[in-house]
């Protein structure tokens, strides 16, 4: 689960609830976006993906254009520098679904990996495309009670998966 309070500034703070969280003590229980972010910086792999069955968290995510996927050297480009990216299953307030014992965003995850998410067909899902292969597949099928965010924490690289 996800929650956003609202602190006494009017900024918002994020967390993720664990299974074992109490959602009316989440300060105590939870784990903060801020959290998130200290840890994730300690790290050493360049490339993290963050998939997240839980409504997005007050997590300020940057948004790039990016790389047109065409250009020559556009997979060495992207995976050459650090990429520290998330997708939640939801925005704010929104509760996920789940269907046939499992989020319809970890169903539509699945799906994406497989290639339906290779929007340029060259072999490869990177973590955009599948952010952006989620968003409507899901708001869909969730009658858009749900739709997944995402974006970067950290770097301007891209995650990416081989499709078979």
Do not use: W
Not at 16 to 45: C, H, K, W
Not at 51 to 75: E, H, K, N, Q, V
Not at 108 to 131: C, K, P, Q
């Amino acid at each position: 689960h996800g929650q956003t309070e609202t602190l006494p500034d009017g900024s918002e703070q994020g967390y993720i609830i664990p299974s074992d969280g109490d959602v009316t003590d989440y300060f105590a229980t939870a784990i903060s976006m801020e959290q998130v972010r200290s840890l994730t910086r300690r790290i050493p792999a360049k490339h993290l993906l963050y998939l997240m069955d839980a409504c997005y968290s007050g997590l300020g995510f940057s948004r790039s254009g990016g790389l047109d996927p065409a250009i020559t050297g556009y997979i060495e480009k992207i995976t050459s520098t650090r990429a520290v990216q998330m997708i939640t299953a939801g925005g704010k307030g929104e509760q996920v679904m789940e269907r046939e014992g499992h989020g319809i965003f970890t169903h539509y995850i699945l799906r994406g990996l497989d290639g339906e998410a290779d929007r340029d067909n060259d072999g490869v899902v990177t973590a955009s495309e599948l952010g952006s292969f989620l968003k409507p597949q899901v708001s869909r099928a969730s009658n858009n009670f749900q739709t997944p965010q995402y974006g970067h924490l950290d770097g301007e690289g891209e995650v990416v998966f081989i499709v078979d």
